[in-house]
């Protein structure tokens, strides 16, 4: 073998084993059940399919068609909703196509502003910006943590977007949707929701109902707090009538195909259409824990002295808790050291940092569905907390990392998920 695929082979096994020891906390990452993962190394990996079941442009997709519709009734189901689009082959693509099919250069849309927690493919330099989009941004509310609603609706009314975002990357508490309600409809603007982060928990019924709110589409990503495979999806509950509703939908599947996707990464779809299933099934549990685990968190880090932030509010309503680090030595630096001992989290823009200095901000975000996952629960992100204070306080980088490993070796099983041994045991012989 060439030295480079030697060295490949030790390098992921660092990764892997270095994960496996390590409290991973990226508020967008988790673990994929091994009944999914199951399929990703299957045939399907090795095909092409392009446009709808029944409507291809290639041979060879018989069984495909079938599991594309089982995955689309199982996402209609899991959200109850009429529409489902499982193409998209991330987040990101599923937000090119609604960008591209309900947007044109010139267009005006409103959304969340950066350091508000709106995601980069909403951003000027992001896909919104390159597709010619005049993105105007809402006013925040630093103490809500939160869209000031007065302001955003006197906004809305006065620019008129085509299309109204909602929906964050840092996203404690539900977008208000409800309460613009009467601004979105004065306007007639379609309302767009990047549930990207949230997910699971909407469909856990533990967030907002955003498509029974008043959004015409979500997107969102498959493996953030849905624990899928990394993929995206498209939803819908348009308004109007029946005609109104297809048209609409109509354009929004040809912004997919052949608008942002050629073929849609079959094997993941086979995974994404278990992790429904599963989410059907244990979602509701699973998303209740998260957010306890969330809420115990942020009030025992804050009860150890941090600043984290949305206090007011209860300091979160999602998977999500966000800490001004900056008497810890900023967020970049807090980050660096909290990975030297095994926990992965990322620094982060807070609303009142300067957006053009991305580099160093005064927060870090922490998620907790991850650990979550694999069954901690409100005593274990007490000891998260205290471990974390260790780090950022008190300096004790490698105690803080030996005692990470000695925590997270009762912590490898995925829970919430079908656990066939079966599974295992052939993800194992691998
Ligand atoms: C993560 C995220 C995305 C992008 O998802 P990918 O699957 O990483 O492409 C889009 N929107 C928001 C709000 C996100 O947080």
């Known amino acids: 073998m060439l030295d480079e695929a030697v060295k490949l082979e030790e390098l992921v096994k660092k990764h892997t084993d270095w994960f496996r020891d390590s409290l991973p906390m990226i508020a967008s990452e988790n673990l994929l059940s091994p009944a999914a993962m199951k399929y990703l190394v299957s045939d399907l990996h090795n095909r092409y399919a392009e446009g709808l079941p029944g409507k291809r442009y290639y041979q060879g997709n018989i069984y495909v068609d079938e599991i594309e519709r089982i995955t689309t009734e199982l996402a209609k189901k899991l959200f109850n909703v009429p529409y489902a689009d499982v193409r998209p ?31 980069i493919s909403s951003a000027k330099f992001g896909a919104v910006g390159m597709r010619g989009v005049n993105k105007i941004e809402y006013p ?43 601004a979105l409809d004065e306007v007639g603007a379609k309302v767009w929701y990047d549930g990207a982060h949230v997910l699971g928990l ?51 599947q040809r912004g997919v195909f052949p608008g942002v996707i050629s073929n849609h990464h079959l ?5 994404l259409a278990i992790s429904l299933a599963e989410h059907i ?17 942020a009030e025992e880090l804050h009860s150890l ?69 694999l069954g901690m629960k409100e005593g274990e992100m007490k000891h998260v907390a205290e471990l974390i204070k260790k780090v950022a306080m008190d300096g004790k980088i490698d105690e803080a990392r030996e005692e990470v490993k000695e925590m997270k070796r009762e912590f490898n099983r995925v829970r919430y998920c079908y656990q066939e041994d079966e599974a295992y045991r052939f993800l194992s012989s691998l």
């Open 89 to 119: 082959i991330s987040g990101t693509n599923a937000n090119q196509a609604v960008i591209f099919s309900l947007l044109k250069p010139g267009d005006v849309m409103t959304g969340p502003p950066l350091q508000g927690g709106a995601h």
């Open 140 to 182: 925040f509310d630093v103490d809500e943590m939160n869209l000031d609603v007065d302001l955003t609706a006197k906004l809305i009314k006065i620019v008129k977007p085509k299309v109204a975002l909602f929906g964050r990357s840092v996203f404690l508490f539900p977008a208000p949707i409800k309460e613009l309600r009467d």
């Open 202 to 252: 909407i469909a856990g019924g533990q967030f907002q109902d955003p498509l029974h709110e008043g959004a015409d589409v979500m997107t969102g990503s498959t493996h953030k707090t849905l624990p899928g495979p990394q993929r995206g999806i498209i939803l819908g509950n348009p308004k109007g009538d029946e005609e109104q509703r297809e048209k609409l939908w109509k354009k929004i």
């Open 267 to 271: 094997h993941h779809m086979a995974a």
């Open 281 to 297: 099934e244990f979602g509701r549990q699973y998303a209740e824990q998260i957010v306890k685990n969330a809420q115990t968190l």
């Open 305 to 373: 002295g941090f600043k984290v932030l949305g206090e007011k509010n209860g300091f979160t309503k999602s998977h999500t808790v966000l800490v001004d680090v900056v008497a810890q030595g900023g967020g970049r630096k807090v980050a660096e050291d909290l990975e030297k001992a095994n926990i992965i989290c990322n620094y982060n823009l807070l609303p009142y940092d300067d957006p053009k200095k991305p580099r160093n901000p005064s927060g870090i975000r922490l998620g907790v569905q991850e650990l979550t996952r």
